[in-house]
Nanobody, 115 residues
Framework: QVRIVESGGGLVQPGGSLRLSCVID?????????IAWFRQAPGQQREKVAE???????YYDDSVKDRFTISKTNANNTVHLQMDDLKPDDTAVYYC????????WGQGTQVIVSS
C-alpha cells in the first residue's frame, strides 16, 4: 500500500509560476521506481507530463518542455514540479504516480491558470 499526497496548486495568472510537491510514504519504493507527474483537465483523459528516474534522468512531454522542471528530494520522499510560464491550457488537476500508474491515485492538486 502506497499513500501519495500532492500539494502546491492554486490560482495563478498566465505567465506565472507554481511549485507542486508530491510525497510518497514508502521510502523503499521511492528509491527504486520512476515517478511521474500527470494532469487531468476537465473533460480530458489523464496525461503524463514529466517523469524522473531513480538516477535522476528526466522526461518531459512536448507541451511542457522548457517550462516545467521535475526534481526530487530523496531525504523526504518528495517529487517536485516547478511550473513556469504557465498557460491557461495548463489548468488541470495534477497527480503523481509511477508512469504505469500502478499505485492508488492521490487526491491531486488543482492548478488554475486564468487572468
Amino acid at each position: 500500500q502506497v499513500r501519495i499526497v500532492e500539494s502546491g496548486g492554486g490560482l495563478v495568472q498566465p505567465g506565472g509560476s507554481l511549485r507542486l510537491s508530491c510525497v510518497i510514504d514508502r521510502s523503499d519504493l521511492f528509491a527504486i521506481f520512476t515517478i511521474a507527474w500527470f494532469r487531468q483537465a476537465p473533460g480530458q483523459q489523464r496525461e503524463k507530463v514529466a517523469e524522473i528516474h531513480p538516477d535522476e534522468r528526466t522526461y518531459y512531454d512536448d507541451s511542457v518542455k522548457d517550462r516545467f522542471t521535475i526534481s526530487k528530494t530523496n531525504a523526504n520522499n518528495t517529487v517536485h514540479l516547478q511550473m513556469d510560464d504557465l498557460k491557461p491550457d495548463d489548468t488541470a488537476v495534477y497527480y503523481c504516480n509511477r508512469p504505469t500508474a500502478r499505485w492508488e491515485w492521490g487526491q491531486g492538486t488543482q492548478v488554475i491558470v486564468s487572468s
